[in-house]
């Protein structure tokens, strides 16, 4: 498109006004959009089918949808019942994000934990070496193919008669704010 310039045959170049202008029409329009997106017509607004569409089948009008339940073995916020706090409880001055203890055939329980905390990865990684090396285990080889920032597993080996092997793997990711901890394994009921 030609602008006006001084002489007929010289065509001078628009300037970018409008597309700025046609630009933030643009962003005002989808900011418009963006914002009513999520609004509900008000009483007397829209059809009766529409909010009859909106309510769950079964569901008495105006009552809220029970929430999934959840597997009793797990907790969040807290410990799940027959959670070796003795042998895995979180760090002081931690919080406990999420845990489960499902017993398993034979005597074993499969444990979880997941936790935040302010402690560095060197402080997590050597107060649970300490208590799990009271406890009888070892540290197994050291595990590199992972994204997290530290990640080792103990091993320990209970029973004569019938041996049970009993593992713990601790994984922490330091995302330099805090530390997020995860534990997996499973241990032998009696410590839970």
């Keep these: 498109m030609l ?36 609004c509900t017509p008000g009483p007397g607004a829209g059809t009766p089918v529409q909010a009859e569409a909106e309510q769950p089948a079964g569901a008495p009008a105006g009552e809220a949808t029970p929430l999934p339940s959840f597997d009793p073995a797990t907790a969040v916020g807290g410990y799940a019942p027959g959670f070796p706090t003795d042998l ?37 990684v050597d107060r649970y070496a300490e208590r799990l090396g009271e406890a009888g285990f070892e540290e197994s080889e050291t595990l590199d193919a992972s994204a997290l920032t530290v990640q080792t ?8 008669r019938k041996p049970r092997v009993e593992t713990v793997l601790i994984g922490v990711l330091d995302d330099a704010e805090r530390r997020l901890v995860s534990l997996s394994g499973s241990v032998v009921a009696d410590e839970a």
Aim: proline letters at 6%; aromatic letters at 4%; one cysteine or more.
């Design 3 to 38: 602008g006006v310039g001084t002489r007929y045959r010289d065509p001078v170049p628009m300037t970018c006004r409008p597309r700025a202008a046609y630009g933030a029409l643009c962003v005002l329009l989808a900011l418009g959009v963006t914002a009513t997106g999520g």
């Design 88 to 124: 895995l409880a979180a760090p002081e001055s931690s919080t406990v994000l999420a845990s489960s203890a499902t017993p398993t055939a034979g005597d074993l329980v499969e444990v979880s934990l997941n936790l935040s905390t302010e402690l560095s990865t060197q402080e997590i």
């Design 153 to 160: 597993a103990y091993t320990r080996t209970k029973g004569k």
